[in-house]
């Protein structure tokens, strides 16, 4: 068995181009997303594609994301929609949202995305105010000291049956460290504690290895 990083980007390619294809739509946001300087913090291909097979596995129509970048992962689960869909995208970094905001009109997925810019706790609060129907699925998928306050809005926010996952989990294993002083570790650690502890929650994790090295997210299902 190979842990060579070199062998875990190979593996991604070959599958990303057996199960998919070419993909220039996400392709032409990342090259934009590059030249305008953003972390390369993008989804890979494969854990795209798996985002929007979860949105399609429930019949998703109204999906929360916090955390935008430049829109590689909204586009992935924006496309899984229905035509009537939505995601409700927060992003803290205005030069960020107007980029993911012409990355999606490009890729005609401008209708689909509603993107609200400022600190994602205060949105979520704002949210929490309005007259809309919950949420159907939530990706957490921002600043991680965060994470134990975006699970307590997203429990707000989400409907019974709904999902609620979390990416950047493992951290390279960083995860593991449990007198950490970085403050994403803790934050991490403290949001996963969170989860195995709530009663209206059915959880569990996922390892990754690929094209964005050693990661992982959390899964969860929000009791009916």
Known sequence: MSDNAQ???????????ALMGADPLRA?????????????HDVSPLQGRFLSLLVKAIGARRILEIGTLGGV??????????????????????????LARRNL???????????HVGPALDTLARLAKEDSPAFDLVFIDADKPNNPAYLDWALRLT????????????????????GSSDDRVRG?????????????????????????????????????
């Open 105 to 115: 009109e490009r890729a005609g997925l401008g209708d689909r995305v509603e993107i």
């Open 73 to 98: 992962s909204a586009s992935w689960m924006a496309e899984a929609l229905p035509p009537d869909g939505r995601v409700v995208s927060l992003e803290a970094s205005p030069d960020y949202a107007a």
């Open 159 to 178: 409907r019974p049956g709904g999902l609620i996952i979390g990416d950047n989990v493992v951290r390279g294993g960083a995860v593991l460290d449990a």
């Open 28 to 40: 032409g946001i990342r090259r934009a997303n590059a030249a305008a300087g953003l972390p390369p």
């Open 188 to 224: 991490v650690r403290t949001f996963t504690e969170r989860l195995g502890r709530e009663p209206r929650l059915f959880s569990t994790a996922l390892q990754t290895v690929g094209e964005k090295g050693w990661d992982g997210m959390t899964l969860s299902i929000v009791a009916p």
């Open 7 to 17: 062998d875990w980007v190979a593996v991604d390619a070959y599958f990303a181009e």
